[in-house]
């Protein structure tokens, strides 16, 4: 099982994100994937690999951790980054989905 | 460039069937394992299945086994989902994605989905 938290987070334009995901049991190899979901849109891979970014994905956006806890960092936000984020372990079979942390502009 | 479009997604029954589809594009298809991912109205992700390379192996989430079915075609770069049976719990926006190819494990690309609606 993947909890993420917080469920909402309101950070103001320039301000740092800092979301959790933390797992119920060690991530093997650190399969761990965040993904981006703009209101109307498909999810979009920003990370895997706990910390290796997604071409194209802008540098604000960091991923660290290991083990069963791991962060999605965005280092300066804008207002473009209204969205809800999941992480995804797969490092076992069931590939599972953390339940989503949404980020507002304050 | 990869593009995934959905199609299939409607207003049905319950206890009615629809099948959905995927065409890929911009890559080499038949390398790569795909699923289907689904989302319920302000709802998460979950995936509901998966199937590998060659369509030998399929895996499903429990609450679609039996009514669900997964399957490609590598000559029409396309993945299918036949569902039957549906309920009310089927209803939501149906995505499917590319998995990565190694690891394996992570859906680097998403189609833009298609809408499932259950109502009598």
């Known amino acids: 099982v993947l909890t993420q938290s917080p469920g909402t987070l309101s950070v103001s334009p320039g301000d740092r994100a800092t979301l959790s995901c933390r797992a119920s049991?060690?991530?093997?190899?650190?399969?761990l994937a965040w993904y981006q979901q703009k209101p109307g849109q498909a999810p979009r891979l920003l990370i895997y690999?706990?910390?290796t970014k997604m071409t194209g994905i802008p540098d604000r956006f960091s991923g660290s951790g290991s083990g069963t806890d791991f962060t999605l960092t965005i280092s300066r936000l804008e207002p473009e980054d209204l969205a809800v984020y999941y992480c995804q372990e797969y490092g076992s079979a069931q590939w599972t989905f953390g339940q989503g942390t949404k980020v507002e502009i304050k | 460039e990869v593009q995934l479009v959905e199609s299939g997604g409607g207003l049905v029954q319950p206890g009615g069937s629809l099948r959905l589809s995927c065409t890929a594009s911009g890559f080499t298809f038949y390398n790569s394992w795909m699923i289907w991912v689904r989302q319920a109205p302000g709802q998460g992700l979950q995936w509901v299945a998966k199937?590998?390379?060659?369509?030998?192996?399929?895996y499903y989430r429990r609450s679609v086994e039996g009514r669900f079915t997964i399957s490609r075609d590598n000559a029409k770069n396309s993945v299918h989902l036949q569902m039957n049976n549906l309920g009310a719990e089927d209803t939501a926006v149906y995505f499917c994605?590319?998995?990565?190819?190694?690891?394996?494990?992570?859906?680097?690309?998403w189609g833009q989905g298609t809408p499932v609606t259950l109502s009598s």
């Open positions: 690999g706990a910390s």
């Open positions: 199937i590998n390379q060659d369509g030998t192996e399929t």
């Open positions: 049991q060690s991530v093997n190899s650190n399969y």
């Open positions: 994605a590319r998995v990565s190819l190694y690891p394996r494990g992570y859906l680097d690309y």
